[in-house]
Every structure is written in structure tokens, then in C-alpha cells.
């Protein structure tokens, strides 16, 4: 340390004090170097650091010496570090210094603005924000408790009053329906979103337009649902015919027909059919027909 020969060159004492700043330290010590008085120094001699040791000087220096040296340089970095740490909490101490002063500022102008008599004008004007804002906050509920799960949070517009308190007096909902291909769940977040947007008492004509549009769309999708409700009904019609009639090969080897019937079959019924109708006398000549 350049500073201490410096010292030590004009006979002062110096006392070195190391203090642990760093979180979890505990250390705390304390002690005095004393260096030689200006009578022992050579004035030509250089000024050696404290705990460096020359060629000469490596058998005779002894070991509390060493430890001294030792101690010295450790003394120095602890003094480095410590710089660093107290630096940085300055910066971080008066960064926190400014913020709390902007804080304290916008607090006192809202406290100067309740603290103060409101004149009857201002009473007045304070009563309408708060009735506004329990309007549009009881608005805002109701669609959220009317979508489903389907609506986000509400986002408020605020006005600050003449005694320094912010109301709402304009607010909204996003309600948005989920992407999917199956037609019957689309009914569902349409009708969904139909409901929110006439859920409140008063609906705005944003309200209003949402749930025409809305109402477009479950038009659309009923049909859509209908038909495809339609198909799978034929389809399982089909299912069902298929499986209790299944065709059948005749023995003779004729043509099936719809029921798996031959067509000689059907030709020899018919015929039985006439021939019962002619009456008896006339039975045995189609008989040999």
C-alpha cells in the first residue's frame, strides 16, 4: 500500500480498522502498525511495500512478518470490496430518496384536495361520480356473471373528483367466444355471448350491437347443427336396414330381389294369386296351363 510507505516515511503511526459490511459477516477486528521512526530510515533507500520481501531479506524475515504481510494485503482487498459495497448502496439509496419524494408529492396534492371544504357545488359533483361509478361497475358484473367464463377482466376509466378520489364512469368487458370446428359447441359461446351483452339492466349500443351480431350467429349455427344432426340420422338409418335385411343367394340361382327374394319366386306367387281368383270349375284348365 503506497499510502502507508508514504506514512511510514514521515514516522506516523497508522491504525487500520476492517469491518465486515458484507451480509452474514461478523467479523470485526482491529490493529495498530507502528512503523519505524524517521532515524531508522535511510533517506537514499527506497520505500519498500509493506510484506514484500527481496532476496536478501527471505532467511531473516521472520514468521510473524510474514503474517503481517499477509494480514496487510488481505487489509487491502477487504478495503476494495467494502468501497464497491458502499458505493452501490449510495446509488441504490437515493434512487429510492427520489422515488419516495415523487410519491410524497402526489400524496400531498391529493391530500390537498380532500382536506380542503368542498364547496356545495363540488358535494354535488362528488355524490354524481359515486353514483356513476357503482352504475358502471354493477354493468361490467353483470356481463362478466352472464358470459360463461368466457370474459376477461374489466378495464375502468377513471375521473378524479374535486376531493381528490378517482370514480369510474366508463368501463368494459371482453367477451370472445373459443376457436372450434364443432358447430355445436359455437352455438354454445354464441349463445354465451348473446347473454352477456344482454345481461345488464341498461345495455349500452355496443351491448346491443354484440348481441345482434350474436344472434346472427346461432341462426347460422342451428342450421349447420340441424344438418348434421340430419346426416348422422340417415346414416344410421342405413346402418340399421343394412343389417337387419342382409341379401341372401337363392339355390336356383335367380335374380335377388329387394328382399333377397328370387324373381321366380315372385313370379309363382303372383301366379297362385290369379289362379285363386277364377272360380273352381275353371281350376283344373289353368291348372294344365
Do not use: W
Not at 422515488?99 to 356545495?120: C, I, Q
Not at 351480431?213 to 343394412?242: F, H, T, Y
Not at 343367394?249 to 333377397?260: A, E, I, R, T
Request: proline share 5%; hydrophobic share 30%; net charge negative.
Amino acid at each position: 500500500m503506497s499510502y502507508l510507505n508514504a506514512l511510514a516515511s514521515n514516522g506516523l503511526s497508522v491504525g487500520l480498522r476492517l469491518y465486515g459490511n458484507r451480509p452474514g459477516s461478523a467479523v470485526r477486528s482491529e490493529e495498530a502498525y507502528q512503523v519505524p521512526e524517521p532515524a531508522e530510515c535511510s533517506k537514499t533507500e527506497p520505500v519498500k511495500p509493506v510484506g514484500q520481501i527481496t532476496k536478501g531479506e527471505q532467511t531473516a524475515q521472520t514468521p510473524e512478518e510474514q503474517a503481517a504481510g499477509r494480514a496487510e494485503a488481505a487489509v487491502q482487498l477487504a478495503s476494495a470490496a467494502t468501497l464497491g459495497y458502499l458505493e452501490t448502496r449510495a446509488a441504490q439509496t437515493e434512487k429510492s430518496a427520489k422515488e419516495s419524494e415523487k410519491d410524497k408529492k402526489s400524496e400531498a396534492a391529493e391530500n390537498s384536495a380532500a382536506s380542503r371544504e368542498l364547496t356545495e357545488e363540488e358535494k354535488e359533483q362528488v355524490q354524481e361520480l359515486k353514483a356513476r361509478d357503482r352504475e358502471v361497475r354493477a354493468h361490467e358484473a353483470a356481463h362478466m356473471a352472464a358470459s360463461g367464463g368466457l370474459a376477461g377482466s374489466p378495464a375502468y376509466t377513471y375521473q378524479t373528483g374535486p376531493d381528490g378520489q378517482r370514480y369510474a364512469i366508463g368501463g368494459e368487458v371482453s367477451v370472445k367466444s373459443r376457436a372450434t370446428d364443432d358447430p355445436a359447441k359455437a352455438l354454445s359461446d354464441a349463445e354465451a355471448v348473446k347473454r352477456a351483452a344482454q345481461a345488464p339492466a341498461d345495455p349500452s349500443s355496443q351491448d346491443r350491437a354484440v348481441a345482434s351480431a350474436a344472434a346472427g350467429d346461432i341462426a347460422r349455427l342451428k342450421s349447420e347443427v340441424r344438418k348434421e344432426d340430419e346426416e348422422k340420422a340417415e346414416s344410421k338409418q342405413e346402418e340399421s336396414e343394412a343389417r337387419s335385411s342382409p341379401a341372401q343367394v337363392s339355390d336356383s340361382g335367380g335374380h335377388l330381389g329387394y328382399n333377397g327374394e328370387t324373381f321366380s319366386r315372385k313370379v309363382s306367387r303372383a301366379y297362385e294369386a290369379v289362379k285363386s281368383s277364377f272360380p273352381s270349375s275353371l281350376r283344373p284348365v289353368l291348372a294344365r296351363i
